[in-house]
């Protein structure tokens, strides 16, 4: 009974969200200025909404399925609710692929929520849809070349490469070469992505509504949200150029020490377009391909220092943060001005690709922010708790929120060690981690709900940016978390200056400053002794 109850449930859902996505869809349609488009689109915007509403019912009605009568906390559904997550998670991976576009982008975002989806979804995610995502034609690019900038790839370029060297969600990147010689990358959105998108987000919104309103435990509306917000800017390629040029000026400005080493491909602002960019081309290590890091004479260390502090610069300093950090848009070169140490090593500059996902940090967020993670780095729970409140984590999940930023329990969040946020990399992690995201699933998904849409893209930066240093040390460094205390602290002290200029409280801070060296030199020092008593051990 209770199996036919929910097939009706979801037949019903399939149907609302067909008609739903193919009114807007629709209304797309009837607009266009391009009778091709409008044809295509009426034979292919049904077919996306389809399977969108098919493959929701399905994956829903094997969950309930499968598991009904099920005794909890057995073995026997312990193992069933794996082999249904593995088949939700082929499901979804396929809907992606299929669709393209808007999916992919979910799919991605899925893929970096470990601590709230299931391992089989985010083992599946991150390893197809981020280096594997659909490939436009070479007719279509030449489509969009020729409507964007008035001619071929032959006639805007000395050479163009037919086959792209990469491709993303929204667009792909091609090699060319411009007509004064200059060796350049040209971004090219997916052909459509503008026209389909509306009726994409109509029916991946009300699917996620419905499924909350039969199943009130998935509750995934602020992720659509998100995305909402999110993909006009994104598919604007113009806008991504700006955010390029402004997070080189706020290094330039506000973090000169390390303007150097961070670095943004040129714009080449007159073979540029909303749905085409060509930015001076970059050849580079990708960030977690230690091997040929280590080639180029860099220790793989020192680039997750580089990695912490840009970030740590970034979100405390500049209020200006880049929102994607996943492996495929960090690049890692030698300092062009930077000469080989005497043992040979040579220091590493940032590169920073797709700049299409940024958030700012109004400054009572970027302050309370700051000043959560300089409690969370020295171990000041009632810094934790007070911030985290400050923040809209409130007084029952602070603990939690804390959880969630540093992948630690409580206990070791608050631990007075040196290494109390410190990551193994290993299987013990990563179960330990998905115990806890299973144990407190309602309780993540309240405090996802109540938390700004600005933290949560700042949970998906640090989540990119874990999984990238785990691929560089298989862990994490100990002297990250000093930078990001360091970072933190310091932008707190710069902040209150630019507040209050007298010269008693100029003196105040800067007896605080003297004092957060000391208390930095002093967990140096703990560090080092650490690192000094593994090394006997071995």
């Known amino acids: 009974m209770a199996a036919r109850s929910l097939w009706r449930a979801t037949r019903k859902l399939a149907f609302a969200a067909t008609a739903t996505g193919g009114g807007v869809a629709a209304a797309a349609i009837a607009t266009s200025d391009d009778p091709a488009t409008a044809l295509k689109l009426s034979f292919t915007v049904p077919l996306r909404l389809a399977r969108l509403s ?52 979910l799919g991605q975002h899925i893929g970096q929520l470990e601590y709230l989806v299931p391992r089989e979804y985010v083992q599946r995610m991150r390893e197809s849809l981020l280096n594997r995502c659909p490939v436009s034609s070479y007719d279509e690019v030449c489509e969009v070349l020729k409507k964007e900038l008035g001619g071929t790839p032959d006639e805007m370029f000395s050479e163009f490469d037919s086959v792209p060297i990469a491709s993303a969600s929204l667009a792909q990147v091609h090699v060319a070469r411009t007509h004064d010689g200059q060796k350049v990358a040209v971004k090219v959105q997916h052909a459509h992505m503008t026209d389909t998108a509306a009726a994409d987000y109509a029916t991946v919104e009300l699917i996620v509504n419905t499924l909350h309103r039969f199943f009130p435990t998935f509750d995934y509306r602020w992720l659509v949200d998100e995305v909402r917000e999110s993909l006009p800017k994104e598919l604007d390629f113009l806008v991504e150029a700006k955010n390029s040029v402004k997070c080189m000026d706020n290094f330039r400005k506000l973090s ?14 007159n073979l540029s377009t909303s749905k085409l960019l060509t930015m001076e081309f970059m050849d580079g290590a990708q960030v977690t391909d230690v091997k040929k890091i280590q080639g180029l004479g860099i220790q793989p260390n020192d680039v997750a220092k580089l990695l912490s502090q840009a ?29 080989r140490s005497i043992l040979g090593k040579r220091k590493p500059q940032l590169i920073l ?55 630690r329990p409580w206990n070791r969040v608050i631990d007075q060690s040196v290494d109390h946020l410190a990551l193994q990399g290993d299987d ?32 998906k930066t640090n989540d990119c940016l874990r999984a ?38 100029r003196i105040s801070l800067w007896l605080e400053e003297l004092m957060l ?16 008593r593994k090394a006997l051990s071995l």
């Not at 970030?311 to 848009?329: I, K, L, S, T, Y």
């Not at 691929?471 to 100990?478: F, V, Y």
Request: with cysteine; glycine share 6%; aromatic share 10%.
């Open 468 to 505: 990238v240093n785990n691929s560089l040390l298989k862990g994490s460094s100990l002297e990250t978390f000093l930078i990001i205390g360091r970072v933190s602290s310091e932008a707190l002290i710069e902040t209150r200056l630019s507040q209050n200029k007298s010269s008693l409280y």
């Open 256 to 269: 000169p020490h390390v303007a150097d080493y961070v670095y943004a491909p040129r714009v080449y602002w």
């Open 353 to 407: 690709l797709d700049h299409g996902l940024y958030k700012e940090l109004d400054l009572p967020t970027r302050t309370n922010y700051a000043a959560l993670w300089k409690a969370l780095i020295f171990s000041d729970a009632r810094g934790i708790k007070e911030n985290s409140v400050k923040l809209g984590a409130g007084d029952d999940l602070y603990a939690l929120f804390a959880g969630v930023l540093t992948m």
């Open 54 to 105: 098919t493959t929701a019912a399905l994956i829903a009605f094997d969950y309930e399925y499968s598991l009904w009568g099920l005794p909890e906390d057995s073995i026997e559904k312990a193992k069933v609710k794996h082999e249904v997550h593995i088949r939700g998670a082929h499901k979804l991976e396929e809907l992606c692929f299929k669709n393209g576009g808007i999916y992919i982008k």
């Open 517 to 532: 060296e000391v208390r930095l030199l002093g967990m140096q020092i703990a560090l080092w002794l650490l690192q000094l």
């Open 311 to 339: 970030f740590a610069e970034m979100m405390f300093r500049h209020g200006f943060v880049h929102c994607d950090p996943h492996a495929a848009n960090l690049l890692i070169r030698p300092l062009p001005s930077g000469k």
């Open 428 to 459: 013990s992690d990563h179960s330990e981690l998905q115990m806890y995201a299973s144990q407190y699933f309602l309780q993540i998904s309240e405090l996802l709900r109540r938390l700004p849409r600005v933290i949560l893209l700042m949970l």
